[in-house]
């Protein structure tokens, strides 16, 4: 069974640039979420899809951050304009369903703003 | 507002002996628990989970305590070896959604 994917492994920008994020999670999950990871840290959710609506987008900053998934499948987060705090693993995840339990992490994308 | 909290950045045990992780938690509304190994440059892989409706679960060397009670759960590992060398994350959740992680405890054993 293959993992979850997540592109690209490494990104760097300067502040105030854009990028990008994505992710497709392991065939026939629902849930997709979101985390954000800053060094010495535990993750953060940032967003959290069931199938292609959203669930839980509380602690998403908006004025920057946007995430989509299309057709309920794979999904992108978009950073826009990026700040140097915005520097961190992106890491995506996916479950069966929302009371599954189990999360399937991707290897995670880092960011880092200069 | 951190609601599951790790309160040993590290911990260092001897080949052989036993590694006791631990978690406390804020939120009375917890009810389902996971620990999560992590290796540098990689994703959290999924270790153990346990939910509010039991105390004790076990899977190989690796055994989860919860006490409601007290919120807090540990995670213990017997005998520890070095390949379990990683940073473990304890993960609270309400009916599985939303899960909260605490800061991680990194983990070295020596061989």
């Known amino acids: 069974e293959a993992g979850v994917a997540q592109s690209p492994r490494y990104k760097i920008i300067e502040k105030r640039q854009s990028v990008a994020f994505w992710c497709n999670p392991i065939s026939g999950h629902a849930t997709l979420y979101w985390y954000q990871q800053i060094l010495g840290q535990g993750p953060k959710l940032l967003i959290q899809?069931?199938?292609?609506?959203?669930?839980?987008d509380s602690q998403l900053p908006k004025d920057r951050f946007s995430a989509e998934r299309l057709k309920g499948v794979d999904s992108t987060l978009k950073i826009q304009p990026a700040k140097l705090e915005d520097s961190a693993v992106y890491l995506c995840a996916s479950s069966i369903g929302t009371d599954s339990g189990e999360l399937f992490f991707g290897e995670g994308s880092r960011l880092t703003v200069l | 507002d951190q609601q599951v909290k790790q309160n040993s950045p590290s911990l260092s045990v001897q080949e052989g002996r036993i590694s006791i992780l631990n978690c406390d938690y804020t939120n009375s509304m917890f009810d389902y628990f996971l620990w999560y190994k992590k290796y540098p440059a990689e994703g959290p892989t999924f270790l153990i989970s346990?939910?509010?409706?039991?105390d004790k679960n076990e899977d190989g060397r690796f055994t989860v305590f919860l006490n409601k009670s007290a919120k807090h759960l540990s995670l213990h590992i017997v005998p520890s070896q070095p390949g379990d060398s990683a940073v473990y994350f304890c993960?609270?959740?309400?009916?599985?959604?939303?899960?909260?992680f605490g800061t991680g405890t990194s983990l070295t054993v020596i061989p």
């Open positions: 993960a609270a959740s309400v009916y599985g959604n939303q899960f909260y």
């Open positions: 899809f069931q199938n292609n609506g959203v669930v839980d």
């Open positions: 346990i939910s509010s409706i039991k």
